[in-house]
């Protein structure tokens, strides 16, 4: 597998969208470098959600993805893009998430759910 792209809103210590743009390494490997407390494990925990639905570590319960510095209105998700065996797939995954209702002041919970586009399906949604 290799990563193409990599689209985090709300996730983790990001509060907003982040973008990664893994084709910009071209077919080099590449390292992800930084201090602690930079963000590099949130990145392996969003490759690990949107493909397995759970993070990267033991320790970092789904619930607890979602952006505590994000607003109540920033839909939490992360969207992968990756090549396999030639071929591109784009997996988003929703966790459960409390959103402002459309009307009132009340919570309204958005359930989680997965989105799968790649070659020999049609684009479907899941939990």
């Known amino acids: 597998m290799k990563p193409l792209h990599l689209t985090m809103s709300a996730f983790g ?7 990664i743009d893994f084709t910009k390494f071209g077919d080099r490997m590449f390292l992800i ?3 602690t407390g930079a963000g590099k494990t949130t990145i392996f925990d969003a490759i ?3 493909l397995y639905g759970e993070a990267s570590g033991q320790y970092r319960e789904t619930s607890t993805l979602r952006s505590g510095f994000a607003s109540p209105d920033t839909v939490t998700f992360v969207k992968f893009v990756f090549a396999y ?3 591109e797939y784009t997996i988003t995954r929703y966790p459960n998430q409390l959103r402002p209702a459309k009307r009132g002041d ?3 919970e958005d359930k989680a759910h997965v989105e799968l586009v790649g070659p020999g399906f049609s684009p479907i ?3």
Request: charged share 25%; proline share 9%; with cysteine.
């Open 106 to 108: 009340k919570q309204v």
């Open 85 to 87: 065996q030639g071929k």
């Open 48 to 50: 690990c959600y949107a």
């Open 13 to 19: 210590p990001y509060k907003d969208l982040v973008e």
């Open 33 to 35: 470098n930084g201090p």
């Open 125 to 127: 949604s899941a939990i």
